[in-house]
Nanobody, 126 residues
Framework: QVQLAESGGGLVQAGDSLRLSCAAS????????MGWFRQAPGKEREFVAG????????YYAESVKGRFTISLDNAKNTVYLQMNSLKPEDTAVYYC???????????????????WGQGTQVTVSS
């Protein structure tokens, strides 16, 4: 069974750091792009960051560039999202997702992602 399991969310204060983990299992993701999305209350889900498993190339939303870092551990089949200098506007449910090879959608478009985790809540208080 193909699964993505997020962990690491929680309640922190503005300026703090948090690291999210996404454990992937059930298949090989070596030709996938792994992405992090988030959805705040009353808002649409938005792209946060992505990483190409084969090359390690990374992609970021403008709102998190310089603060968030996406990385992966091949041995553990795990993708991480290191979040620094957190702001109250970063409060959201964060989802891990896997995008199979496709030319149909841009990396930031959620329609290109076929596998999703259950999400983990991140709350940043001011």
């Amino acid at each position: 069974q193909v699964q993505l399991a997020e962990s690491g969310g929680g309640l922190v204060q503005a300026g703090d750091s948090l690291r999210l983990s996404c454990a992937a299992s059930g298949r090989t993701f070596s030709n996938y792009v792994m992405g992090w999305f988030r959805q705040a209350p009353g808002k649409e889900r938005e792209f946060v960051a992505g990483i190409r498993w084969s090359s390690g190339n990374t992609y970021y939303a403008e709102s998190v560039k310089g603060r968030f870092t996406i990385s992966l551990d091949n041995a553990k089949n795990t993708v991480y999202l290191q979040m620094n200098s957190l702001k109250p506007e970063d409060t959201a449910v964060y989802y891990c997702a896997a995008r199979p090879p496709t030319y149909q959608y841009l990396i930031a478009q959620e329609k290109g992602y076929a596998i999703w985790g259950q999400g983990t809540q991140v709350t940043v208080s001011s």
